[in-house]
């Protein structure tokens, strides 16, 4: 029982990357409701390791074209659909025994906006007298669209910690709502109240998140649990693909370092955390902040072996070679690296920096310190020339890096979205909305990004051997129709490597081991083939 249920609904996607579920914004929603003598529970509906595979919804039929056979090969990209997390009915149950006045539901995402629409109205149909509140990035940029729903009563744009909390205490005493921050709603004459997002003015001043919530079992990674945190908020970039440059939630405003250390603290000795991946928008771009909190960090767990990440991705310009030692000793390992793409005209068009110069000195640096790194690009934008995301991936061949090949998706509230909006290029449904769906057919055509993905599997395969010390297979005609069950996954993938190398046919494995052909864009091979120089 209690006066308050916080969601994290289910998902239904082709993967699911357990270490970026954390609910952390719903455990600082909670801190500010308990600090208001609120008692709060957290449904956290992901935190269970079943899964369940279903058909593909119809508007995505077109990915069986690309997805529809299993491969059991390095080269590999998505084969089933699944409902990840708890089933409707056990929330319906979980529901109905808190018994809550209030529920509030977090809707991060757009593609997985209809599975908090339907968290809302199994909330509704299992306690039907509770009030249901809906927030996040998706209920912020499109609040016409979710205020539709008729099970939702309330919806919050912006930083849900100003205005959940007044909202509950005006619901529980029976109070006005009309000065609550961002707050939306239908009125009785059927338009809606839509405000501006809330923001935070002093992130100080609030609570730190209710740590106690997370079912840190479900999280753990070895011997020790995850966590998820944010040292900061906002970005000062203004990237055409990314909706924080257009909003004024986009003001870039830092934590003080010593209440991250006490958030830090907390997770390490009483939850026993060891991995802190940083959601941080821009985590490096104040060099002095960055780096004292790197070195209390080291202070403060200089006795425990903990691991950072940075999963969103570092700015490479905004580190120099003075903070990487500090960031390995800080407990650093991998650096997730931004580099967008290597050509002018689409970083022109991505409102981005060229940033090859310090990208190149800090990989050879942190090799030095065996820090490992991951060059992320991005292909299949509106306006993108799918030959230069070759150029990318072959850049990203010859540096110390692993490819990180990111689909572009259109992010509502960026400037991209509008600029597919005005040209009729977003896809029809929400659920579209996602890089496993391949939402863009534009001057990069779906055949030619998910050539582009099985690219960056080829590129990472060499790597692969490089590391094993093993040499590059010498190219050589397919020779065989199968392997056998006992054959491992490196020399299926050796072995389809030379084939690829010699005739430039990418190859898969199906689950009895038969071998097929996957749909690519030969001119793209081509010039793939022509780069890699083998």
């Known amino acids: 029982m209690a006066d308050i249920l916080l969601i994290q609904p289910p998902i239904r996607d082709y993967y699911l990357t357990k270490k970026r579920t954390i609910p952390y914004g719903l455990m600082s929603l909670a801190s500010g409701l308990m600090e208001k003598g609120f008692s709060v529970d957290l449904l956290d509906a992901l935190a269970t390791p079943k899964s369940k595979i279903i058909d593909i919804p119809s508007e995505m039929d077109y990915l069986s074209t690309y997805y529809g056979r299993t491969d059991t090969s390095p080269f590999s990209l998505f084969h089933h659909y699944r409902h990840y997390g708890y089933s409707f009915q056990h929330i319906g149950k979980i529901v109905r025994e808190s018994n809550a006045f209030l ?22 149909k299992f306690l039907p007298d509770c009030t249901v509140v809906i927030g996040g990035h998706h209920p912020t940029e499109l609040p ?9 009563d309330y919806l919050i744009r912006g930083e849900g910690e100003v205005a959940l909390p007044l909202l509950a205490d005006a619901l529980h005493n029976g109070t006005s709502l009309e ?42 990674r070895g011997d020790h649990a995850g966590y998820t945190i944010t040292a900061s908020r906002g970005c000062p970039f203004k990237c055409s693909y990314c909706a924080m440059g257009r909003s004024p939630l986009g003001i870039y405003r830092r934590r003080n370092v010593d209440r991250i250390i006490t958030e830090m603290k907390t997770a390490v000795h009483t939850y026993n955390c060891g991995f802190f991946d940083f959601e941080d928008e821009n985590l490096t771009h104040d060099k002095k902040w960055f780096t004292a909190l790197m070195t209390k960090i080291v202070l403060a767990f200089k006795d425990r072996d903990i691991e950072l990440r940075a999963m969103n991705g570092l ?41 090859r110069p310090a990208f190149e000195r800090l990989t050879e640096t942190a090799e030095m310190y065996r820090l490992a790194c991951v060059g992320y690009i991005i292909v299949g934008a509106p306006f993108q020339d799918p030959g230069q995301s070759v150029d990318d991936l072959i850049y990203l061949w010859r540096s110390r890096v ?47 990004t ?74 793209l091979i081509e010039k793939f083939m022509n780069g890699l120089g083998l």
């Open 450 to 523: 998910v050539t582009l993905l099985r690219l960056g599997r080829i590129v990472n395969f060499i790597k692969r051997l490089a590391d094993l010390r093993i040499p590059i297979p010498k190219p050589a005609a397919c020779s065989r129709a199968y392997f056998s069950a006992s054959t491992d996954r490196l020399e299926i993938g050796s072995t389809l490597l030379k084939w690829f190398l010699k005739d430039g046919i990418i190859r898969g494995v199906d689950a009895r081991g038969h071998v097929y052909t996957h749909a690519t864009a030969a001119a």
């Open 103 to 124: 529920v509030g539901i977090a809707s991060l995402f757009t593609p997985y906006a209809d599975m908090s629409i339907q968290t809302a109205q199994t909330v509704k």
């Open 144 to 152: 016409h669209d979710v205020l539709e729903s008729g099970a939702v």
């Open 315 to 355: 700015f490479p310009p905004s580190i120099d070679q003075d903070l990487l030692p500090l960031m390995k000793q800080a407990g650093f390992k991998t650096l997730n690296l931004s580099l967008g793409t290597t050509s002018g005209s689409q970083l022109k068009k991505f409102n981005r920096p060229d940033v």
């Open 179 to 220: 000065n609550i921050p961002g707050l939306c709603f239908r009125k009785r004459d059927g338009t809606f109240r839509i405000v501006e997002p809330a923001m935070m003015k002093n992130i100080d001043d609030y609570p730190l998140p209710a740590a106690q919530l997370l079912n840190s079992k479900y999280y753990m």
């Open 402 to 448: 692993l490819a990180g090949v990111s689909v572009y998706y259109p992010a509502p509230g960026s400037a991209d979205y509008a600029i597919c909006q005005k040209l009729n290029l977003l896809p029809e449904f929400s659920s579209l909305f996602r890089s496993s769906a391949l939402p863009l057919d534009h001057t990069t055509n779906r055949l030619e």
